[in-house]
């Protein structure tokens, strides 16, 4: 999930245990985003 929505931590956690991969909130910190982005290639 990209947002820029101020949804809940809870709903957040929700969506992941669906099957969501991350969650990564904007204003985005491109170290954050790199390192989701390189978790997916394992």
Known sequence: MF????????????L???GAHSCIRKPVDIDVLLEKIERLNE
Not at 3 to 14: C, M, P, Q
């Open 3 to 14: 947002t820029a929505s101020s949804i809940s931590d809870h709903f957040v956690n929700e």
């Open 16 to 18: 992941l245990s669906k």
